[in-house]
């Protein structure tokens, strides 16, 4: 639909998307961990461009941003959020919420469109002091005593401590309003290698996997490193790493397709080079958009441990800490994406799952949800070197545009 | 020799230990991190205690405790040291050291023994800040460079800011004297089984073994642990697990008689469950005391890595930080120690080497030195529930007296 997107302007998106990585740069990429000094600056950027796009700004009790419009007609929430993994990517969030804002400016001040973007930042989606913490808050799904609970990831900063010096305490948290909304669109890198090494520019996201954690905790004899005969131990540590051995080796025949498992931390208490661990500690991640295969493979994961625990070294313990909910993506909007990539990306676009978590699986909770994904250049994620071509950044906010105006014009 | 003895006390003993027990108690053992206000309290205690056996007391620049004689005639050195692991016995350091004040109670007030026991508590045996400092700075071995660069493990706080704030700042640090001392003794529990599994109430140390100690890092691709596939990530975190597994299947082959190995701390960056770790670390220890069984045994760790690293997928460095000097415990003193344990034992000793690294070690490289080991119940070390029998208690320090009194008779 040539001449339509007249107003879009792919360069003001990349200037955008610099501006939010000025704010805490790290290397060529960003370090914003939730209501860190950067990451809170981000937020204040942010509330300051809504009004450009005829919204006003709002942040509220949990640290969600929103840009809510008076505009008539239909809504369609679209965002992303801010906050960034430690020393990771400038993409990974931004360039969803910058999406959204350059759709709010285009559409909003539009009399020929009947509607309006709203513009939403979820806090902390990447996880510091919970799982989706703003968009479940918006969702309904989070408690006063869920945030009472809840700690940064080091378990040295509570999140009241944290609301409360950003200046959130005490605001009231925005839950959405029934019926205010047609539906939720969010745009993200897509963090692995599809589209690069297929050459298409846009992923049309299916389903969004679910991510099962678990703690798994090995306990043997805490003893002296020098004194205690190879014979005699029962030492934590090597248990655990004959573990994770073990799970590598037999999940493959297991497992989906598209299954994928990681051990992303471990500690040996008490962590001296002169002691035998007494006890260890992994945290282990299984994600699949298929709960029987999880259902499988957490099966092996207690059998493992029932097995090493009678051989009596270590007692295993498998503990499930998070309990995954695959979601799937409307499919009338994924329609709609199709559409806008034939538009405006000469149709180089996919259909695929989203190994990634992202606030979508939550609002798909609430309403209509979709995601579309641009490229990852090397399928880069989590790291400060993650980027985009900006051509592709350009392609993709234009296709994220005409979507937006599909689904408002239904 | 019965009758010779008649004023040492074996119930003095038990209640100095408790004493020092009560400071900084942590369930049955103690928690006294070198130069914590326990630790500071217990050198306090110490010097407090040491006229009672007719010795100046002092503390040094580093921390070292000393009590000094007037007596004329020869000077035993005997003693310990007074800090803990983190949540660990009440034994380990505080026997030797009030075993070395009981010996100098017994012995320095009586006219008719021709010389005297002087007492020292050596600073951070355990190694919170560095590596036997105390000990070391007494052998004329830590220069103030080392201790500018010092740090306690978390590398939060430097060994001049504790000096400070402990109070020793700008003290001289004592180094010993040539020609003072005919030798140093020192008692400890054994930390191991072999007393207690056969009956036997003294190990009489033969060789101190050597510590070897490397940091072996991993390096793999940081990725995310959602989007990235199974057969493309570069997972350092299992490169490392894979790799301590591969070092316990394949050093029983290699090793020595007595050697023990130990991964004791693990740490995977950045350590989040959604990331796949880009790098991993292990601290690796050996304990030998025959540098040519560790020579094999680090031959086969570079191998191990070259062999990974050749894979493709995590590049391993192996970097030994630390290396082992066995020592060797002096041959006349041994032939005291079975002497006295034969006298007030019923000979219930054994020869015997020390797998623990021991500030002995140290003292052997200016002066005769060796150590008497008691028994452990359940060989249970560097952890709270370490302890040994009362009785053996009071049994090991009449042959610590014993052999004292041996020793200045020449």
């Known amino acids: 639909m040539p001449g339509t997107n007249d107003r ?27 209501f860190s000094e950067p990451h809170l600056r981000s937020l204040d950027w942010l509330a300051a461009r809504l009004p450009e796009a005829e919204l006003v700004a709002a942040i509220d009790g949990i640290g969600n941003v929103f840009g809510t419009s008076a505009k008539a007609g239909p809504k369609l929430l679209a965002g992303s959020h801010l906050e960034s993994q430690n020393h990771a990517g400038w993409l990974d969030g931004p360039l969803g919420v910058i999406y959204a804002l ?3 400016r285009v559409i909003n001040p539009d009399p020929g469109i009947h509607g309006a973007v709203e513009v939403a930042s979820w ?18 799904a989070v408690s006063e005593a869920d945030i009472d609970a809840a700690r940064d990831r080091s378990g040295d900063r509570t999140l009241r401590q944290a609301l409360q010096d950003a200046g959130f305490a005490g605001r009231p948290r925005v839950t959405a309003e029934a019926g205010r909304h047609i539906g939720y669109l969010e745009a993200h890198i897509e963090q692995g290698d599809t589209l690069e090494s297929s050459g298409l520019k846009v992923g049309i996201v299916t389903s969004i996997v679910g991510i099962w954690q678990y703690r798994i905790t090995f306990t043997g004899a805490q ?18 790493a004959r573990f994770c051995v073990a799970i590598d080796d037999s999940f493959p025949a297991l497992c989906g397709p598209r299954t994928v498992w990681t051990t992303g931390r471990i500690t040996l208490d008490p962590g001296a080079p002169s002691v035998i661990p007494g006890s260890a500690e992994m945290l282990f991640q299984i ?9 499988r493979l957490e099966q092996q994961l207690r059998r493992m441990a029932a097995e090493v625990t009678a051989q009596g070294r270590s007692a295993v313990q498998v503990e499930r800490i998070r309990t995954g909910v695959p979601a799937t993506m409307t499919s009338a909007f994924q329609d709609a994406i199709e559409a806008a990539s034939a538009a405006c990306a000469g149709g180089k676009s996919i259909r695929m799952p989203s190994g990634a978590g992202h606030d979508a699986q939550v609002l798909a909770t609430i309403m209509p949800a979709a995601m579309l994904f641009v490229p990852s250049i090397g399928g880069i ?17 234009e296709v994220f545009v005409e979507t937006c105006r599909r689904l408002l014009a239904g």
């Open 123 to 140: 806090c902390d989606e990447e996880g510091h002091f919970g799982s989706f913490l703003g968009s479940r808050s918006y969702a309904g």
């Open 8 to 34: 879009f302007d792919g360069k003001r998106v990349l200037a955008d998307l610099n501006a939010l990585r000025a704010i805490g740069a790290y290397r060529t990429g960003v370090h914003k961990p939730t």
């Open 381 to 397: 994620s989590h790291h400060w070197s993650e980027n985009t071509d900006d051509a592709d950044i350009v392609t993709g906010a």
């Open 102 to 104: 350059e759709a709010a």
């Open 287 to 295: 994600r699949d958009d298929n709960p029987a295969v999880i259902e």
């Open 223 to 240: 003893n002296h490193a020098g004194t205690t005969r190879m014979a005699v131990r029962k030492d934590a540590g090597l248990a655990l």
